[in-house]
């Protein structure tokens, strides 16, 4: 969708339903803006800003060849993604502040929290299906949850040129010490996931944290570039088509897979909860509740591009 044009509708009404109501109560008020609406800063950048773009981070920065826990959801890292690109645009450099830009871009991730929270409310989501988790707000201590976005989703350098936080570890942007100074630049697969169609954040009223182009690029991201990261999807796929689809049996599945890894199988439940986070927001696995209790189910696309396909496919297409 072009800068200038007409909010999308979700939906379509048939003229033939567009009918006064019959009843007295009051017709249901339709959203005409968009949560992008909020700040020029959510706005997809100009496509020539790619030739601003840095190399990914070498898979040894990385403090893990898969995503951790920390990192449950992937909408709170695109919005960032999406403020990094108009930085970038702006200043037109390839690295910037990290600093600077930690700040702006938690204003921006409170302003959008905010705005999903009430969408939350009027949708109705339970916990764990929430638009707004990993968003930093609440009353009680807003800075603190401010600093764990900035930290766990934007990311920042640590000791040995290592990287931490969803952005870097996803290979969607960098963050390193340059001249005495922290920076972070865009990748050019960060350029392209946040350039896509959100449809929560670019359809007006629109709910939904996925499209089939957005789960088609982030399965070949992982299988070609993170390929850990896409075997544990494909392990949790696979687990709970074979029946091992609740939490506590989860537990089992990804604590195995941890110790191919080689890491803590401790971590089995932080990890698993972080990747199941993900992949339900993405629309690859899909929760059944009843009362307290859940099962997982795997969708069509969970099926046919994670279960169904290897990185050597990916790699060839």
């Keep these: 969708m072009s800068r200038g044009s007409t909010p999308i509708s979700e939906s379509v009404v048939s003229p033939s339903l567009a009918r006064q109501p019959t009843t007295t109560e009051p017709p249901v008020a339709v959203r005409s803006t968009t949560i992008r609406d909020c700040s020029p800063l959510l706005v997809p950048a100009n496509a020539e800003i790619v030739k601003l773009t840095v190399p990914p981070p070498t898979l040894e920065r990385l403090g893990s060849p898969f995503l951790w826990g920390q990192y449950n959801r992937v909408l709170p890292g695109v919005v960032a993604l999406r403020a990094l690109t108009r930085v970038v645009e702006r200043e037109g450099k390839q690295w910037i502040d990290l600093k600077n830009f930690h700040d702006e871009a938690a204003r921006l991730a409170t302003s959008v929290g905010k705005l999903l929270e009430e969408r939350d409310a009027e949708s109705s989501r339970r916990r764990g299906e929430k638009l707004s988790t990993a968003f930093p707000m609440g009353s009680r201590d807003i800075a603190k949850a401010i600093l764990r976005y900035q930290n766990q989703f934007i990311g920042h350098p640590q000791r040995g040129e290592k990287i931490y936080g969803l952005l870097p570890s996803a290979l969607l942007a960098d963050v390193r010490e340059m001249s005495g100074r922290e920076v972070i630049g865009l990748t050019e697969a960060g350029f392209h996931f946040s350039s896509m169609v959100w449809p929560v954040l670019d359809i007006a009223g629109g709910l ?27 392990t949790v796929v696979n ?14 599945v990804v604590a195995r897979f941890l110790a191919k890894q080689g890491t803590n199988e401790n971590l089995a439940s932080t990890v698993k909860g972080g990747l199941i986070g993900r992949m339900t927001e993405l629309g690859f696995v899909a929760p059944d509740r009843e009362g307290i209790y859940v099962r997982y189910t795997v969708t069509e696309p969970g099926d046919l591009i994670i279960a169904s396909r290897t990185t050597k496919h990916y790699e060839e297409a």
């Design 208 to 234: 939904s944290t996925h499209t089939p182009e957005i789960q088609a690029f982030y399965a070949r991201h992982m299988a070609v570039n993170l390929p850990a990261e896409f075997e544990a999807m494909q």
């Design 239 to 252: 687990a709970i088509k074979e029946g091992q689809d609740t939490p506590p049996k989860l537990d089992g």
